[in-house]
């Protein structure tokens, strides 16, 4: 089992910045790919980035350049950095880890981009 808790989210005025984070526990050799998804209401949840475990990282389109996914092993936490904030990036922020195919998630954090 995996354990993650993620934190960092709040209000923040539009063109702001807000860096999350989610800290794993547990068992956690053999985690192939971290990423964060996030869900707006009345919308499916989406990828917004993931980072395997070579290193390379992917991004959806709409967060290209002004979000950006990192990890510190050391600490067993993934970031998610978030700058230059839109009303539209408003969502349920989820962690979320895949170990030898079985995929675990966080509880959610809220971002709310408002002014």
């Known amino acids: 089992q995996v354990q993650l808790v993620e934190t960092g989210g709040g209000l923040v005025q539009p063109g702001g910045s807000l860096r999350l984070s989610c800290a794993a526990s547990g068992s956690i050799f053999g985690i192939s790919r971290m990423g964060w998804y996030r869900q707006a209401p009345g919308k499916q949840r989406e990828l917004v980035a993931n980072i395997i475990s070579g290193g390379s990282t992917n991004y959806a389109d709409s967060v290209k350049g002004r979000f950006t996914i990192s990890r510190d092993n050391a600490k067993n936490t993934l970031y998610l950095q978030m700058n230059s904030l839109k009303p539209e990036d408003t969502a349920v922020y989820y962690c979320?880890?895949?170990?030898?195919?079985?995929?675990?998630w966080g509880q959610g954090t809220q971002v709310t981009v408002s002014s």
């Open positions: 979320n880890v895949v170990k030898f195919g079985s995929a675990y």
